[in-house]
């Protein structure tokens, strides 16, 4: 079961996440005594009334990026099964931008590995939000505050010797 | 030697170019490219003189050293701003 | 809407989690980006062929602490909405046996705020299990490690002076 | 004064009993009343005396030595495996 690989998936349709649960759960048996689901929405802001997101990405790069994402966490923390969904194109305050699923035997394990799939997806998926508002268009910038988060998981991973296989 | 150039958010914008190809002297680095695409002129001068842009090689995240090869895929962007 | 009470629920019919987090959703609002589901399931276990999981419950006492932790929780970490449902009675092996839903403007005060939750609840909350197996009945002794994990939370609290009756 | 004593779990069924009511005398803490409880002999004694149990009064835990009034709700009961 823990040789399963994650589920990738880029789409610009809406995101289900109920029939993905149901998914993860199957994928990870019964051994999985706990699943975590992280859903990402669209949110309100308050500095101009938003009226729509606009995702673009680097297809090829963001599927192989989210699966090396999701194959180290589930290597790490031993978890199950992990699912990364992610929307792109047009979307509206309220949709899902993005959902990620991780199953375990134990909480932990799947608590820990979504936090980490999460930050680094926000830090180094090739994925670029614009918001379209009654003040115009902008590209969303970049947060220090995600690249932090990220840093948590670089500095507890085992060193790497740049030595001959890696 | 062929290189195949991609360009993305902002800067795909800035450009008004989302795709390139490229004849390029063999033994470029990345940073040879950079120079080769920025001596245009604007607004590509100033947009790939952008310190946080980053670069991809064949869909993995690369630095400016890296040596190309024949037919590689470059990719330049901004920080990216998904999830 | 910080002021929006936990939802907390104990039941003895199946949880339905697409509506549990759909409610969720709704309460919260459009300034909600980050939504986080726990799910705890009946696992299969080795030892023995578990054929039911029989859970009871102190009723009453039940619900008002869970609504302590849900509101301790909100405090804590801003978040904007809280649900903690509870199964109770006979279940299987892949049944839904809780559901901890947490909404948040950001994504690291909701996993926060859910771990929080789900580590207090299971240390905290007056429910007992029993397996049913092919080897008889047994209650399920609590784990040292769950308690570990209620530790974190309480030494980040503000001290409590043990004082006369401690 | 009246006390309502509830059971649960592995302690309510070596015990054989759900809950109950009894007669205290003003001033018991939580103790006094569990010595009154053992002093019935098996299988009271050796389940109350289990050094894990835990103890709710009014649905709110508590310990050996609070003070116990007209009324109270007193809840014995092993650690909790819900979740």
């Known amino acids: 079961m823990q040789d399963l690989r994650p589920r990738v998936r ?18 990870a048996g019964p051994a999985a005594g706990a699943r975590v689901g992280f859903s990402g929405q669209v949110r309100a802001t308050h500095e101009a009334s938003l009226e729509a997101l606009w995702l673009e990405h680097y297809p090829g790069m963001t599927e192989r990026l989210l699966l090396e994402i999701g194959e180290e966490a589930q290597r790490r923390w031993s ?16 949709d899902l931008i993005v959902w990620v699923g991780v199953a375990s035997a134990h909480r932990q394990e799947a608590l820990t590995a979504c936090a980490c799939i999460m930050d680094r997806l926000k830090t180094e998926a090739p994925f670029w939000k614009k ?36 | ?7 993305f958010a902002r800067l795909r914008e800035h450009l008004a170019c989302a795709e390139e190809v490229l004849d390029a002297a063999q033994g470029w680095t990345v940073r040879d490219l950079l120079k080769h695409i920025a001596a245009r002129g604007e607004p590509w001068a100033s947009q790939l003189r952008d310190p946080v ?10 630095t400016l050293e890296a040596n190309l090869h024949e037919g590689d895929e470059v990719a330049f962007f901004p920080p990216v701003t998904g999830g």
């Open chain 2, 1 to 7: 030697m062929r290189l195949h150039v991609k360009y």
């Open chain 1, 10 to 27: 880029i789409q610009s349709e809406a995101i289900d996440m109920a029939s993905e649960d149901a998914l993860l759960a199957t994928a």
């Open chain 1, 79 to 94: 978890v199950l099964a992990v699912t990364i969904v992610h929307r792109v194109g047009l979307m509206q305050v309220g």
């Open chain 1, 131 to 166: 918001e379209i508002s009654s003040a115009g268009e902008s590209w969303v910038e970049a947060r220090a505050s995600d690249e932090r988060a990220r840093q948590r998981w670089v500095q507890e991973a085992p060193a790497r010797r740049p030595g001959a296989s890696d």
């Open chain 2, 53 to 62: 842009l980053l670069v991809a090689v064949n869909q993995s995240m690369s």
